[in-house]
């Protein structure tokens, strides 16, 4: 598919530590080869930072800064996250650690709603691009579309609300020169998303592209991200395991190299269209996903849609099943799911060095 966006810039491809994820210290010793290195998405650690927040003794960080450290004992290439914390120096010692540790920085913003809010993303801006992001990611709709809307009207004022959100904030990533990545969240299916970057048509907006999440809406994940891929500014790099239920079928992310997703394919379809696209692990550990796409309601967003779309997803679903028991996080304490998810994480990193060059 062509894209009618200019040819966008990115961070620079960073040299650094491979990141090896065995114990021993010798393991994260530099990276001489340039290769780049993959970095983590904040809610691959979700469920750390709610026991930051509740202060669990088993929480490894509580704010970007910490957050960046531990990623970095690691190996990993660089974050994205928000900044949150106020203090006027945050962001330059945000950039200070990063620079130090050959490590890049994304931000992650909330799009205004009204011109009363532009002041508050002006600033959030102004933090990421000090804290050394030229790259932020933001979400249209936090939930997911299915659960969020009961009819086509809901979903139809939604989308009026996200293309003011939008027009409110691309004057203000061209004043300072920071690309917005926008997530293929569950919200919108590749047709209505690309529809939307067509009629921003800016240099400044362009995708964070999720590798799993449009299977949510009956959308293959290679074609996701071939449809996508142009308008590449950042990515979310996930596996994904599925199984049949009986309203639908059930979605799980899973550690890199666990699921059924064409992982070298993608990154190398990635890395074609945007060669200085960084590679961000979202690896969220939780219960699996139903996805209702057998029921009435799910629907109610998507009553034109064909029903070959459906009937391809639910063949997939049916060749790909995992063999295995989808994670759960349920009935484990804290400190089990602590362990679960670095767990997750650690194995991914391992996976992607070895399989994918990341």
Same mark, same amino acid.
């Given at each position: 598919?062509?894209s ?8 620079a491809?960073l ?16 990276n ?9 998405g ?20 509580k704010?970007?800064l ?40 994304e931000?992650? $913003?909330s *799009?205004?709603?009204?011109?009363? !809010?532009?002041? +508050?993303?002006? /600033?959030? =801006? #102004?933090?990421?691009r ?18 969020t ?6 979903f ?5 609300k ?12 061209k ?17 209505e ?11 400044f ?19 996701v ?28 992310? $899973?550690? *890199?190299?666990?699921?059924f997703? !064409?992982?070298? +394919?993608?990154? /190398?379809l =990635? #890395? ?32 034109t ?6 009937a ?6 049916r ?6 028991p ?9 400190a ?17 060095r070895?399989?994918?060059r990341?």
């Amino acid at each position: 598919m062509k894209s009618t966006l200019t040819r966008r810039e990115m961070l620079a491809t960073l040299a650094g530590a491979t990141p090896l994820l065995a114990a021993a210290p010798s393991l994260f010793a530099a990276n001489s080869t340039g290769q780049k290195r993959l970095g983590v998405g904040t809610y691959s650690y979700n469920i750390h930072w709610k026991a930051a927040r509740d202060g669990h003794p088993n929480a490894r960080f509580k704010d970007a800064l910490e957050f960046l450290e531990y990623c970095h004992q690691f190996g990993a290439g660089g974050v994205q996250a928000a900044i949150g914390s106020k203090e006027p120096d945050y962001p330059a010692k945000l950039r200070a650690k990063a620079e130090a540790w050959q490590m890049y920085f994304e931000g992650q $913003v909330s *799009l205004p709603n009204e011109h009363s !809010d532009v002041d +508050r993303f002006e /600033a959030d =801006l #102004r933090a990421c691009r000090e804290a050394g992001a030229t790259v932020v990611r933001a979400a249209m709709l936090s939930g997911r579309r299915y659960e969020t809307f009961a009819s086509a009207e809901a979903f139809r004022q939604f989308a009026e609300k996200s293309w003011r959100s939008l027009t409110l904030a691309e004057p203000v990533l061209k004043k300072h020169r920071v690309r917005l990545a926008l997530e293929n969240h569950k919200d919108w299916r590749v047709p209505e998303l690309l529809d939307l970057l067509r009629r921003i048509s800016s240099e400044f907006v362009g995708v964070c592209v999720d590798t799993g999440n449009n299977l949510a809406l009956v959308e293959d994940p290679m074609a996701v991200v071939e449809s996508l891929a142009p308008f590449a500014f950042s990515s979310h790099l996930k596996d994904m395991a599925v199984q049949e239920y009986e309203e639908g079928f059930l979605l799980s992310e $899973v550690a *890199l190299g666990e699921g059924f997703l !064409d992982l070298e +394919r993608i990154v /190398a379809l =990635l #890395r074609q269209a945007n060669r200085k696209l960084q590679f961000n692990l979202e690896m969220i550990t939780r219960d699996p996903l139903k996805i209702p796409c057998l029921t009435e309601k799910y629907w109610a967003t998507m009553p034109t849609l064909p029903a070959r779309e459906l009937a391809a997803i639910l063949t997939l679903v049916r060749r790909h099943p995992s063999q295995k028991p989808l994670p759960r996080t349920t009935g484990l304490n804290t400190a089990d799911q602590l362990a679960l998810e670095d767990e997750h994480v650690r194995k991914s990193f391992a996976y992607a060095r070895r399989e994918l060059r990341l």
